[in-house]
T-cell receptor, first 115, second 117 residues
């Protein structure tokens, strides 16, 4: 059973460009979460999605950031007009649901560098 | 509000000695508690979790954690440390009451564990 997959693993963008990060959940998982890890900090929640629905985006910056999880294909985290402060590791996790005890399994992350 | 504190940025221990990585939490309702480990340039690997029941939880690679409700703690322990245990350890919590945002995990800042040979 393949784990959570993320690509690309490393992404370099210049200021003002767009970054697209992809996440394929574990087989059988329909819940996806995105977290951001800044240097020397823990993970901060960004957004929680189910297929075709955004459940909680309270951790997402109001501007430039968006996320989707279409019926077919991976979840996408999009950052428009990137700035240097967007440089971070972005992790995706998946789970079977939100019943008590559900474990979130994490992907290897995408490390975004903004020049 | 939900939060997690890992009071030690670093823990150093000699191989073969017991190790403890501390975690305290604040949460609405009953807590769901998790420990993850992160190796350099890798994602987080799940170690163990507490949902309900026995306060001592056993997990992967010989790790265990003790839930203490009165002290709101969930310390990670291992009886005999290995050099290969050296990594960054994260404690996380999720609340269970109706006011909590289901699904979302709150993480501590992490504790760097170094095991010396």
């Amino acid at each position: 059973n393949a784990g959570v997959m993320q690509n690309p693993r490393h992404l370099v963008r210049r200021r003002g460009q767009e970054a697209r990060l992809r996440c394929s959940p574990m087989k059988g998982h329909s819940h996806v979460y995105w977290y951001r890890q800044l240097p020397e900090e823990g993970l901060k929640f960004m957004v929680y999605l189910q297929k075709e629905n955004i459940i909680d985006e309270s951790g997402m910056p109001k501007e430039r950031f968006s996320a989707e999880f279409p019926k077919e294909g991976p979840s996408i985290l999009r950052i428009q007009q990137v700035v240097r402060g967007d440089s971070a590791a972005y992790f995706c996790a998946s789970s079977t649901g939100t019943q008590k005890g559900d474990t979130q399994y994490f992907g290897p992350g995408t490390r975004l560098t903004v020049l | 509000a939900q939060s997690v504190a890992q009071p030690e940025d670093q823990v150093n221990v000699a191989e073969g000695n017991p190790l403890t990585v501390k975690c305290t939490y604040s949460v609405s309702g009953n807590p769901y508690l998790f420990w993850y480990v992160q190796y350099p340039n890798r994602g987080l690997q799940f170690l163990l979790k507490y949902i309900t029941g026995d306060n001592l939880v056993k997990g992967s690679y010989g790790f265990e954690a003790e839930f203490n409700k009165s002290q709101t703690s969930f310390h990670l322990k291992k009886p005999s440390a290995l050099v290969s245990d050296s990594a960054l350890y994260f404690c996380a919590v999720r609340g269970s009451d109706r006011g909590s945002t289901l699904g979302r995990l709150y993480f501590g800042r992490g504790t760097q564990l170094t095991v010396w040979p």
